[in-house]
């Protein structure tokens, strides 16, 4: 008789427990509802869905790898999302189709114009030539030639500028005066923010619905804002990290002032991680990054080399850098983090420009 007591007991005391699970659960989505509702952000979780209705047609939906070498080396489970795998190359796809079908006829019959390093370019000319519109980009002398490469393919229209961000800008602003096209910025751009987030809507509602957490690289925002917005609106339980370059490191001192910080210069091998932090994306990376992990560039080359040699996939070292958070002391030995067992980490791209390889076998 006692022995079923205190079965009934324990049965009991679990069903509480999952219960409580259950209502704690549905306490922080709430609490995070409320939350996005109160402080209005650039995009959110009905942009996102809307996004990822009208890009279906147009994009991949990528996979996603695991690696049990990884994942013992890392003393996590790791899930790699493949955006590299994604059209253009790169996740900006997303950002980009969203942006250019959500433009009414009248407004995309001047084209569109952009100033980027590489993969948003290379995504935006191959949205537009989709729609048959033109696109004009505005790409500085410094960028790899392997992305500069991609958006003559496309058929975007390359206007030069200097490598700086006032050169950029200034040169963009030209294009648009003597255009009339519209300007669908690199990262600033609810379009861009609910056209990345679908990234989210495919990870956790479709592959792994499990995960602790997601860890995505950061630079000017865009990415990482779509990606926080949909994954705690699905889960608010769930971390998102950004992973970061020390020689741009522009958001972890951001985090750090709570304003934006800019830097004079950056320095890292990442190419598609050097600009910074926009309006639309700070708010967003302030409330929502619980996080970020700065890596040097010689942990970034590792963690390219390890995706090349254990995942057999090809990244560029702005798409390598989230294993190397993963990897790294600081996020390892951080006691807060040691729940995270489960971790999506977004391979965001794959444009690596080969010829540097190829040059170096001849010296």
Request: proline fraction near 4%; aromatic fraction near 6%.
């Amino acid at each position: 008789m006692s022995f079923k007591t205190g079965k009934i007991a324990e049965q009991t005391n679990l069903s509480a427990g999952i219960f409580g699970l259950l209502d704690c659960t549905i306490v922080l989505k709430m609490e995070a509802e409320s939350q996005m509702r109160e402080i209005k952000y650039a995009a959110d979780i009905s942009s996102i869905k809307e996004a990822q209705a009208r890009i279906k047609p147009f994009i991949h939906e990528t996979p996603v790898l695991s690696s049990e070498t990884l994942n013992l080396l890392s003393g996590r489970q790791l899930f790699f999302k493949c955006e590299c795998f994604q059209k253009g190359g790169a996740f900006k796809f997303r950002g980009a189709c969203n942006a250019v079908f959500s433009l009414d006829d009248d407004q995309a019959a001047k084209g569109v114009v952009t100033h980027s390093s590489g993969n948003h370019a290379a995504a935006l000319s191959f949205a537009a030539k989709l729609r048959g519109i033109p696109a004009y980009i505005v790409i500085p002398k410094n960028a790899p030639k392997c992305k500069v490469e991609n958006v003559v393919r496309y058929g975007g229209q390359v206007i030069w500028s200097e490598p700086t961000m006032q050169s950029r800008e200034s040169t963009a602003a030209k294009v648009l005066q003597e255009t009339g096209a519209v300007l669908l910025h690199p990262y600033n751009d609810r379009r861009i923010i609910s056209g990345q987030g679908t990234i989210s809507l495919e990870l956790l509602e479709q592959q792994v619905p499990h995960l602790d957490a997601i860890v995505v690289p950061i630079s000017g925002g865009g990415l990482i804002s779509g990606v926080a917005l949909a994954a705690k609106s699905i889960n608010p339980a769930i971390r998102v990290f950004a992973a970061e370059p020390e020689g741009a490191n522009d958001a972890a001192q951001s985090k750090e002032a709570g304003r934006i910080i800019t830097l004079s210069e950056t320095n890292t091998v990442a190419d598609g991680l050097r600009a910074f932090l926009g309006d639309l994306t700070w708010p967003i990376v302030r409330d929502l990054v619980d996080g970020i992990v700065t890596v040097e560039d010689k942990e970034i080359i590792n963690a390219m080399k390890l995706c090349y040699e254990i995942l057999k996939v090809a990244v560029e070292p702005s798409g390598a850098i989230g294993l190397a958070a993963v990897l790294s002391d600081s996020f390892k030995n951080n006691p807060a983090w040691k729940d995270c067992t489960n971790i999506g980490i977004i391979l965001s791209g794959g444009n690596v420009d080969l010829g540097i390889i190829w040059d170096s076998y001849t010296k």
